[in-house]
């Protein structure tokens, strides 16, 4: 093989592979978790993996872990991204009654959640349009959508879906 040969090759491997960064990049983010508003589901320092094709072509679903943009600012004044469960869909009537969590005036079972309630009341609201309303598994110390400097989350905020982590590594796997 020719010299010229030699670098045609080397360039092309170089252009495909950073076109495979560029479209893995584009979809999938890893994130390394902050905080224990998911615990037990998510400890802090658990290290993920966000996929963001999920929501391109369909909206989440009931129980997702998704990662959205707030207006909250980290120490550097960046956004803070936020880690938290989809409790409810666009019109869907949420509320907190008695320890316990419903939506549209059904119970729900959430086997997930540390200490399995959710102490405190929310009167009933209804989800709106292009929004989720998000819960951390660990309620007693989440921001989350009960909270008004969080409130619904507009879809357009959601980064992507929790997928896999892959720290700590005894843990490694899809997160549920």
Do not use: C
Request: no cysteine.
């Amino acid at each position: 093989m020719s010299q010229g040969n030699t670098i045609k090759e080397w360039v092309k491997t170089i252009l495909i592979s950073v076109v495979i960064a560029l479209i893995i990049t584009t979809f999938i983010r890893p994130t390394l978790v902050k905080g224990y508003s998911m615990y037990p589901t998510i400890n802090e320092y658990d290290y993920l993996i966000i996929n963001r094709i999920p929501y391109i072509s369909h909206e989440p679903n009931y129980g997702d872990i998704v990662v959205f943009k707030t207006t909250q600012l980290t120490v550097d004044g960046s956004e803070k991204d936020l880690i938290k469960r989809v409790i409810g869909l666009p019109g869907d009537i949420i509320e907190i009654k008695e320890d316990i969590v419903y939506r549209n005036n059904e119970a729900l079972t959430e086997p997930y959640i540390y200490g399995g309630i959710t102490t405190g009341e929310l009167e009933p609201i209804e989800v709106d349009e292009g929004k989720l309303f998000v819960m951390g598994d660990n309620r007693p110390n989440s921001l989350d959508s009960r909270d008004e400097r969080v409130g619904e989350v507009p879809m357009s905020n959601v980064q992507g879906k929790v997928m896999v982590r892959l720290f700590p590594f005894t843990k490694i796997g899809t997160v549920d």
